[in-house]
């Protein structure tokens, strides 16, 4: 429920079928700060087969967004790419950097609004996050998909 004072958004999720499953992993597989979200899970092929990794009690719970909070989905892919950039720096990689990898990356605004982050990936030039605002967001997921809940990182509004 959204007040005033503590704006809320549910994000909707749609769970797209997988042909292969590409194999259990968990936040062990994911670089520096990525690996230690606010909230996490591991999306299954359905609702009762969804792993809540930390910091919730459900997917609901995981992406329910409040201001300054931000949501990552990370595939195997994307999680081996960041790994790989994080190696290439010598561990040095900036949350943003890191977050650029992620296939979706949304949030809510420290004034509420609704933002998509759109930004460059890391190590193709400079890594500047741009949050665009939305009427609605929503979360595209597929099986062993990770949806990472950060607080914290979705930038104040410019203005």
């Given at each position: ?22 194999g ?106 741009l ?20 607080d914290g990182?979705?930038?104040p509004?410019?203005?």
């Amino acid at each position: 429920m959204a007040t005033r004072s503590s704006p809320t958004y549910q994000v909707e999720i749609n769970r797209q079928k997988a042909a292969q499953a590409a194999g259990n992993y968990d936040l062990t597989d994911l670089p520096g700060a990525l690996a230690e979200p606010d909230a996490a899970v591991r999306v299954g092929k359905t609702p009762k087969q969804d792993k809540v990794l930390s910091g919730a009690k459900s997917l609901g719970g995981v992406t329910k967004l409040r201001p300054g909070t931000g949501l990552a989905v990370f595939g195997r892919p994307e999680s081996r790419w960041a790994m790989a950039y994080y190696r290439r720096v010598g561990g040095t990689a900036s949350m943003t950097e890191l977050l650029s990898y992620a296939r979706q990356l949304i949030g809510m605004a420290p004034s509420g609004g609704l933002v998509v982050c759109l930004c460059g990936h890391a190590g193709q030039g400079p890594c500047i996050p741009l949050w665009a605002p939305r009427e609605e967001l929503s979360l595209t997921v597929q099986p062993n998909d990770l949806v990472l809940r950060f607080d914290g990182i979705v930038e104040p509004d410019e203005g």
